[in-house]
């Protein structure tokens, strides 16, 4: 990867950088990781989630190597708005598993996919539940124990919305299962702090999740079981602020369908409340 210093380029792994893109939010934490992959020496550069149409974030994007493939997580704005933009501005292509959001002839994104750019092998996961299109990216040569880049679905801090009715429960508990299976990879989320151990974040995110599902349980059991929405969330969710609170009603959605669809007992837009 070309070594370039300026304000906002930040070492994330061996062969990742990032800048924070300039859209702080409820549901954004600090901003979008913008991601750029290389390998050391290489001059060539692959940039993930482009982030928002800010033309001074997308110019340090295009400024920090020779952008040769542009890849994105999944559909929302905060991490699509601004990859046809970059296109423009670099000729690259951009690839996502939703072919709407595919610009200069890019392909859809298809799960197992072993892509090669910029000196750096990067193994496409499909793992929908917070979106239906969401996916990861593998890097197995990034580090002793590899890394991922997890879009939304493993944020640096908080836990993942269910964007439902497009992400469910029954898929985000099988993404879970397929990411916790590799191991201690350093996790490269699309919000929030780099962390350590994917194996260990995915095996707690699924915690969570069950102790959600028991708090949305015992809420039914009260409150009976036609109970709506908004009532389970007032009684699961009664310490959540209004700027989370539509967040908040979507997990509570999400998890009301799984259980009443048998989810129980099935292993199988970001933001800090689930």
Same mark, same amino acid.
């Given at each position: ?153 493993? %944020? /640096? @801090?908080?836990?993942? *919305?269910?964007?439902?009715? $497009?992400?469910?429960?029954? !898929?985000?508990?099988? =993404?879970?299962? &397929? ?43 009260? %409150? /009976? @079981?036609?109970?709506? *929405?908004?009532?389970?969330? $007032?009684?699961?969710?009664? !310490?959540?602020?209004? =700027?989370?609170? &539509? ?28």
């Amino acid at each position: 990867m070309t070594s370039v210093s300026g304000p906002g380029l930040q070492r994330s792994s061996r062969l990742s950088q990032f800048i924070l893109a300039p859209n702080p939010g409820p549901m954004s934490l600090d901003g979008t990781n913008s991601y750029i992959l290389g390998a050391p020496g290489h001059a060539s550069v692959v940039v993930v989630d482009p982030g928002p149409e800010d033309e001074t974030h997308l110019g340090a994007l295009a400024r920090a190597g020779a952008v040769e493939l542009i890849l994105v997580t999944h559909r929302h704005a905060d991490h699509t708005a601004g990859s046809a933009r970059l296109h423009g501005l670099t000729g690259a292509p951009v690839r996502a598993a939703d072919p709407r959001h595919c610009h200069g002839g890019g392909d859809p994104l298809a799960h197992g996919e072993v892509l090669r750019a910029a000196g750096v092998e990067i193994e496409v996961l499909a793992t929908p539940g917070h979106t239906s299109d969401s996916v990861c990216f593998h890097l197995p040569a990034d580090g002793q124990a590899g890394s991922v880049l997890t879009g939304d679905t493993v %944020l /640096g @801090r908080g836990t993942t *919305v269910l964007d439902f009715p $497009d992400g469910t429960l029954g !898929d985000y508990l099988s =993404s879970l299962v &397929r990411l916790e299976a590799l191991g201690p990879a350093t996790v490269l989320p699309a919000h929030g702090p780099v962390l350590a151990s994917l194996e260990s974040i995915a095996r707690s995110y699924r915690a969570h999740r069950e102790e959600r599902l028991a708090q949305i349980r015992a809420a039914l059991d009260r %409150l /009976g @079981r036609d109970a709506s *929405v908004g009532e389970v969330a $007032d009684a699961v969710y009664a !310490d959540v602020g209004p =700027s989370v609170r &539509r967040a908040a009603e979507l997990s509570v959605a999400a998890q009301l369908s799984y259980l009443r669809r048998g989810g129980e007992g099935q292993g199988g837009a970001a933001g800090t409340v689930g």
